[in-house]
Structures are given as structure tokens and as C-alpha cells.
T-cell receptor, first 113, second 115 residues
Framework: EAGVAQSPRYKIIEKRQSVAFWCNPI?????LYWYQQILGQGPKLLIQ????????DSQLPKDRFSAERLKGVDSTLKIQPAKLEDSAVYLC???????????FGQGTRLTVV | KQEVTQIPAALSVPEGENLVLNCSFT??????LQWFRQDPGKGLTSLLL?????REQTSGRLNASLDKSSGRSTLYIAASQPGDSATYLC??????????????FGKGTHLIIQP
């Protein structure tokens, strides 16, 4: 069974530029999450999708971050404009439904200079 | 708001030892708790999922216990090996209404197994 796929693996941008990350969850998984992991910290939830609808974006900095999940499958997370403090690993995870195991992708490491 | 604490923050032991990693959480109204390992520069690998109705879950040399009422979980690693070196993260899952059920993470325990 293929895992959660993310791209790119690494990205370096200058502050005030924009960047986008892509995630392809495990086939059939209705729930998709984006997490931000700053160095030395545990992952922090940014947004949760159920199929193609947002169910939790309470911790998403909406002035600069946006995310979408078209057709309830792939998802993209965008940052515009980026700040230095956005340097982190962005992780995508999916699960079939509530109470089941969540699976994570390899993450995208973003460096903002 | 759920808060997760993991003790110790770091641990270094010789190969072959049995060890226990501790996780505590502030809100006991959880559905399940998942343990992960994270290797440097990698994503999270799921180790065990323990449901709120369960007391223990085992996978190979790993055993996770859950005491939901006291807000505690432990991960027991038997006969540790150098390949077990990684950061271990626990994450309780809560249902917050409206379908929101994201995992909450602590900072993890950084484990080094000395050959």
C-alpha cells in the first residue's frame, strides 16, 4: 500500500516570497491533516479536511496561509508571503475515519531566508 | 485545550536495556492515543494505536499502556537496539466537535541507544 506522498522534500525561499506544498494521501482516506513542525517541537495542527471540506482551521494563520483539497483527494498548502518564522517541516497526514491510525508523509522542509 | 508532556526529554542508554518512555496529557476525554517515532529529517512512523477502551497494546518489542483517567501513557521498549535511536512522540486524539479530531503532540523523547 502506497503511503502519504509529499512534494517537494526541500524548499528554500526568501522572505515575502510565496511557496506551495503538495500532498497525496493514502487512497480512500477521507481525513487529511497539515501539521507544522518547528525544530525541537512536536507537530502542530494547521488544518484538517474531511473529504474536501474544512473541519478545523483554528490554528491556521489565515492572513498568509491557505489550503485546499480539491475533489477530496490531493491537497495543497500555500504560504504567501512567507516570514522567517515559517521555517519548519510541513507534514501531511491522513486516516480513513475517526478512531483509526493516522499515517504521515515524509514532510517538506521549508527554509525562509 | 489538550496539553501533552513527555518525560524524559532525552535518554541515552546502553544496548540491551529495557526502558520506559512517559507521556501525560491534561484532558482525559480522548478517543485513542498513538505513539510515533521520528528519525532525523524524516516524517512520523506510527508504532502503536491504543484505543481509550484498551489498557495495553503490543507490537514486537514495544508495549504501550494507557491510563485514561489519570492522563498517562507509557511506551515500554524491551531489549533496546541501536536501531531504536529516534525521537518518540505520543499523540492523544480528541473529538472537538464538528468533526475536528486532530492529534496533539508533545515535544517527544529523544532516545539514543549506545552500541
Amino acid at each position: 500500500e502506497a503511503g502519504v506522498a509529499q512534494s517537494p522534500r526541500y524548499k528554500i525561499i526568501e522572505k515575502r516570497q510565496s511557496v506551495a506544498f503538495w500532498c497525496n494521501p493514502i487512497s480512500g482516506h477521507a481525513t487529511l491533516y497539515w501539521y507544522q513542525q518547528i525544530l525541537g517541537q512536536g507537530p502542530k495542527l494547521l488544518i484538517q479536511f474531511q473529504n474536501n471540506g474544512v473541519v478545523d482551521d483554528s490554528q491556521l494563520p489565515k492572513d498568509r496561509f491557505s489550503a485546499e483539497r480539491l475533489k477530496g483527494v490531493d491537497s495543497t498548502l500555500k504560504i504567501q508571503p512567507a516570514k522567517l518564522e515559517d521555517s519548519a517541516v510541513y507534514l501531511c497526514a491522513s486516516r480513513p475515519w475517526r478512531d483509526t491510525e493516522a499515517f504521515f508523509g515524509q514532510g517538506t522542509r521549508l527554509t525562509v531566508v | 485545550k489538550q496539553e501533552v508532556t513527555q518525560i524524559p526529554a532525552a535518554l541515552s542508554v546502553p544496548e540491551g536495556e529495557n526502558l520506559v518512555l512517559n507521556c501525560s496529557f491534561t484532558d482525559s476525554a480522548i478517543y485513542n492515543l498513538q505513539w510515533f517515532r521520528q528519525d532525523p529529517g524524516k516524517g512520523l512512523t506510527s508504532l502503536l494505536l491504543i484505543q481509550s477502551s484498551q489498557r495495553e497494546q503490543t507490537s514486537g518489542r514495544l508495549n504501550a499502556s494507557l491510563d485514561k483517567s489519570s492522563g498517562r501513557s507509557t511506551l515500554y521498549i524491551a531489549a533496546s537496539q541501536p536501531g531504536d535511536s529516534a525521537t518518540y512522540l505520543c499523540a492523544p486524539q480528541m473529538y472537538s466537535g464538528g468533526g475536528a479530531d486532530g492529534l496533539t503532540f508533545g515535544k517527544g523523547t529523544h532516545l539514543i541507544i549506545q552500541p
